[in-house]
């Protein structure tokens, strides 16, 4: 399955050629994906499931890269944040697995 067809079938309608899906502000924190030609999309998955889970822990970003799904959170943590992190993974285990 290609990163636009996991993108389709979990996050309908939310796929983006290259890193049009990362907002501007946090696009300069994507310039280490080097060779853009690898790029395969992105979603912002925040924005798109804001209204479905508004009070859940949400991710941030996919990013496809050599067809490989990457999940990037953009915002800067702390110790005291790990455990907001580990319900994030869970979470997004969840979300995809259904």
Known sequence: M???EAVDNDFPGEYKPGIQAVKGSDRDKFDFLKSTKKISGSVDID?????????????DYSVGYNDVAYFFEVHPM?????ATIVKKSQWLKKILSD
């Open 47 to 59: 924005s798109a499931l804001k209204k479905q889970c508004p009070e859940d822990n949400r991710w």
């Open 78 to 82: 702390t110790e005291k944040e790990i």
């Open 2 to 4: 290609t990163f636009k």
